[in-house]
């Protein structure tokens, strides 16, 4: 059975330094979608970054990047230049399945990690 | 970017009345909506995936009775929770799907939701 595992419930920043929020899976179909999203006080999700279990490289989107381990089953997400903003609660999800091979992009969530940012 | 609205923001109703929670994809056709709940402090539990002109689809443990969902055209997907009671006061998601290879799901701002 596919399962997300987050086990950092809280973490402590200081603003400008970099930090990583840990992310493990549990699936057995060799394709999947692995996600991360940004929850803020006021609710919304907020899509992060994607990486997919058959890309080579490690995704990146601005100050966010994913250090992908496959092996290890493996998600983590790191924020580099921590800004004050950035405090909220981070998800971290995944997708199986491929989209050809008929995925119905139905995402399951991780129990959060809530990020606060220290000036 | 893609948006997804949702109204109301927040409802307060009366327990046994039921309300109705509407999700709209503003700029773009979402083939598959999904309606998530979420309890404070928790994560985000899938509850239905709507599908345009077809009956959702409910996870294991949800009352397709006491949450109605009706996905009528490409960009509303509505949600009826009949007959309220306390228990049912949470957070709830919902997110649209670009198309039917994208792989992003585009969340809308959540309605919270409490029963009196």
């Known amino acids: 059975a596919q399962k997300i595992t987050q086990t950092q419930p809280g973490m402590f920043v200081q603003e400008k330094e970099a930090v990583t929020l840990d992310c493990t899976y549990d699936?057995?179909?060799?394709?999947?979608?692995l996600f991360w999203y940004k929850q803020p006080s006021s609710g919304e999700m907020i899509f992060l970054i994607y990486?997919?279990?058959?890309?080579?490289q490690n995704a990146t989107e601005g100050r966010y990047s994913l250090n992908f381990q496959k092996a290890r089953k493996s998600a983590n997400l790191v924020i580099s230049a921590s800004q004050l903003g950035d405090s909220a609660m981070y998800f971290c999800?995944?997708?199986?399945?491929?989209?050809?091979?008929?995925?119905?992009?139905?995402?399951?969530f991780g129990t959060g990690t809530l990020l606060a940012v220290q000036p | 970017g893609a948006v997804v609205s949702q109204h109301p923001s927040w409802v307060i109703c009366k327990s046994g009345t039921s309300v109705k929670i509407e999700c709209r994809s503003l700029?773009?056709?979402?083939?598959?909506m999904f309606w998530y709940r979420q309890f404070p402090k928790q994560s985000l539990m899938l509850m239905a995936t709507?599908?345009?002109?077809?009956?959702?689809?409910?996870e294991q443990g949800v009352e397709k009775d006491k949450f109605l969902i009706n996905h009528a055209s490409l960009t509303l997907s509505t949600l009826t929770v009949t007959s309220a009671h306390p228990e049912d006061s949470s957070f709830y998601i919902c997110?649209?799907?670009?198309?039917?290879?994208?792989?992003?799901?585009?969340f809308g701002p959540g309605t919270r939701l409490t029963v009196t």
């Open positions: 997110s649209a799907v670009l198309g039917r290879n994208f792989y992003e799901q585009y």
């Open positions: 699936t057995s179909d060799p394709s999947y979608g």
């Open positions: 990486q997919g279990s058959y890309d080579q």
């Open positions: 999800a995944m997708r199986e399945g491929s989209l050809r091979g008929g995925a119905t992009n139905k995402l399951i």
């Open positions: 700029d773009f056709q979402a083939t598959t």
């Open positions: 709507s599908n345009e002109g077809s009956k959702a689809t409910y």
